[in-house]
């Protein structure tokens, strides 16, 4: 299977000898970083090659699973995307989707018979893997790397992680933040050549058809990633049932939000010269995801749901029943019950999280006039700025506002305020 080994030597030999006045300086901490990460990498990814090797030995089968309607949550980041995908997620009848230890420990099949086997034998014995696995969890939950997305071992998570084992992940820019080597990764279908786009993503359809095949083989996937905004023709192309759901939130919160989550990944992996680099980056990226996925499914209206932040967060229930119908699924009693439940705790909870715009070198003012054109084609709050009086990019191309259009048909209930929840933010 593809491994980008050219890469993985640039990268490395970069990180250690190319890296004066770079925000990947090499400093005593990122000495001792990188040769931890690659003391486990490397031994993890041989193992992962034995594995791989094996399930063509004893699971030939999985190259014949077949990936049916796969459902691609997207959006920017720190626009809920998080909250939805783990939601859904608890219809376990239905989807199925990547969890923590499957993407860190378990890529291939064997990995994950082996440890199923395990956690079953350790039945007989206490469930000394299940103790251990809450001890972690508690442990993460107390960490305050990044409070504003909490993970546990069984949780769902971004697959895009699963590409770390093929060194084709933009989740590296945080080990290895090279603009002109990891940043294509960001505007993948725009900036990734299509030799090298084919190569990644046949990668990855296997690596969907074995998760798929060692869970039974009958459920949906359920994919969640803010990164793929800017992978939406390369998924279509390879899975051409694909649905997508894009959610959105206003750039007042979402890119303090965002900036803050990214500047806390750098600042783990390397010593960088300011405390929030590659700002200018970060938000012609987010400008990108904003717009993209509306250029592209401009003619494709029933590809795609558009769904604002702030409709979920106040009605996550109506908007999953919404969902549902749109995709034609049963919305059985068990999970509603479950929609409910989490409804209610959403409606109770509220954000301690606070993003200072002064410390992060951004106004207001300027979070406006870079977003203009989000601004206006989704009518945000604009918090009283005055748009040019001009047309728009959106309006001279003619692009529908589709997510209008699926708002009135959804048209909630629920009567209760604007939440500004960002726990649902992920």
């Known amino acids: 299977m593809y491994f980008d080994i050219a890469a993985f030597l640039r990268y490395n030999f970069r990180a250690f000898f190319k890296t004066r006045g770079e925000h990947y300086r090499l400093t005593p901490k990122r000495f001792l970083i990188l040769v931890i990460w690659l003391m486990i990498y490397i031994p993890a990814q041989l193992i992962n090659r034995l594995c791989f090797l094996l399930d ?15 459902i691609f949550i997207i959006g920017n980041p720190r626009s809920g995307t998080t909250f939805l995908h783990r939601l859904l997620h608890k219809d376990t009848d239905s989807f199925t989707a990547f969890t923590v230890w499957e993407l860190a420990l378990a890529p291939s099949i064997t990995q994950r018979r ?41 949780e769902a998570e971004e697959e895009e992680h699963i590409m770390i084992h093929n060194w084709t992940s933009e989740t590296l820019f945080a080990i290895y933040p090279y603009r002109d080597e ?27 058809q074995k998760h798929i095949y060692a869970h039974g083989g009958n459920k949906i996937l359920l994919s969640k990633n803010p990164s793929y905004s800017s992978r939406i023709a390369a998924l279509t192309e390879t899975f051409p049932d694909a649905h ?109 999280h606070e993003y200072p715009l002064e410390k992060m070198g951004l106004t207001e003012e300027r979070i406006f006039r870079e977003f203009e054109e989000v601004f206006s084609y989704y009518e945000f709050d604009n918090h009283d700025y005055e748009l040019p009086d001009r047309e728009m990019f959106w309006q001279l191309r003619n692009w529908p506002q589709f997510w209008k259009t699926q708002s009135k048909q959804r048209q909630p209930d629920n009567k209760m305020g604007k939440l500004q929840n960002e726990n649902f933010a992920g």
């Not at 014995?125 to 299940?130: L, T, V």
């Not at 990891?182 to 359809?205: A, C, G, N, T």
Request: aromatic letters at 16%; a positive charge.
């Open 182 to 208: 990891v940043l294509p990764y960001f505007f993948f279908d725009r900036d990734i050549p299509k030799e090298k786009q084919r190569k990644v993503m046949s990668f990855y359809k296997k690596m969907i």
């Open 56 to 70: 063509e030995i004893f699971f030939p089968k999985y190259r014949k699973q077949e990936i049916q309607k796969p």
């Open 114 to 154: 082996i440890i199923w086997a395990f956690v079953k034998a350790g039945r007989w014995i206490g469930n000394p893997i299940r103790h251990r696995v809450n001890l972690i969890n508690k442990r993460l939950k107390q960490s305050k790397v990044n409070p504003a997305h909490t993970i546990k071992v069984e």
């Open 244 to 352: 997508f759901i894009k959610l959105v939130r206003n750039p007042f919160e979402a890119v303090p939000s965002m900036l803050d989550s990214m500047s806390i990944g750098l600042n783990i992996f390397c010593d960088p010269l300011e405390p929030y680099p590659f700002k200018d980056d970060f938000i012609e990226l987010m400008k990108f995801y904003y717009l993209y996925p509306v250029e592209y499914f401009k003619d494709k209206k029933d590809k795609c749901n558009f769904i604002k932040y702030d409709d979920l967060v106040q009605h996550p229930d109506e908007i999953v029943k919404d969902l549902y119908a749109w995709l034609g699924l049963n919305y059985s009693k068990k999970f509603a019950a479950i929609v409910n439940h989490e409804t209610h705790a959403a409606h109770h909870y509220h954000s301690k």
